[in-house]
């Protein structure tokens, strides 16, 4: 009876641990959150190294094949295919300069990267992003700062579903394997903020990074104290 009484109590305190030491999740968008991001750089980039007037790019680029590439339902090739097979005819256009060009998207991170560094020992953090491998590949070859805080990605290719569909949202949950009722998520679009709510998220809609720290305080998550240099 003793040794009965005596695993019960274990079992008692290692739950009580669990629940005390437990820690909730923090998602983070990368582009517009934690990296700044020019589109317009991109644009102005294809324009200038190929002659071709910038309304005939912007015409030229494909919102639905952005879309598939960047949900893993359409490869590189195809996808810069799809951009060079809506130009005029006229027109030519290299591969090499549309890759490069899609790099120059990726700007400098924000100081919301140090909030993120400031919380990782009290939460989970991880990344949720509509994102694509040649920007990610572009982000570990700058071997940006954050990624050492970081316990796992979400990434649309990966997720097949991008924001705000609710798919990418459950997909993370699983595979974070945190509830969504105990979980932060921050993003710089109102309507992928909207849609995690409707899921159950604590979602934050990014402004700017001393907005962010009033609204993380309102959850009861202290990070007033640190000092951002903006």
């Not at 750089?41 to 912007?58: H, N, R, T």
């Not at 598939?68 to 090739?77: F, N, P, Q, V």
């Not at 699983?174 to 604590?202: M, P, Q, R, W, Y």
Request: proline fraction near 3%; charged fraction near 20%; charge should be negative.
């Amino acid at each position: 009876m003793k040794i009965y009484k005596g695993i019960l109590n274990f079992s008692l305190i290692f739950i009580f641990l669990v629940i005390i030491f437990k820690k909730d999740s923090i998602f983070f968008d990368i582009g517009g959150v934690l990296i700044n991001i020019y589109p317009e750089k991109c644009l102005e980039y294809w324009a200038d190294c190929s002659d071709i007037p910038l309304q005939v790019i912007k015409k030229a680029f494909s919102q639905e094949a952005h879309t598939l590439y960047e949900t893993g339902k359409l490869s590189e090739h195809s996808f810069f295919l799809a951009f060079q097979n809506a130009l005029p005819q006229s027109y030519f256009f290299t591969e090499s300069n549309f890759w490069y060009g899609w790099q120059q998207i990726l700007g400098e991170e924000t100081p919301v990267v140090q909030v993120l560094k400031h919380l990782s020992d009290q939460y989970n953090i991880w990344l949720l992003s509509n994102t694509n491998p040649e920007h990610i590949r572009t982000v570990l070859k700058r071997q940006v700062s954050y990624l050492d805080f970081v316990d796992g990605n979400i990434y649309s290719f990966d997720a097949g579903a991008s924001k705000p569909n609710a798919s990418i949202f459950e997909f993370a949950l699983k595979h974070s394997c945190a509830n969504a009722f105990e979980s932060v998520f921050i993003d710089d679009l109102i309507e992928n903020v909207k849609a995690a709510k409707t899921l159950g998220f604590n979602a934050i809609h990014y402004e700017n990074v001393n907005q962010l720290i009033k609204e993380l305080d309102k959850k009861g998550i202290k990070v007033s104290e640190m000092e951002v240099s903006a």
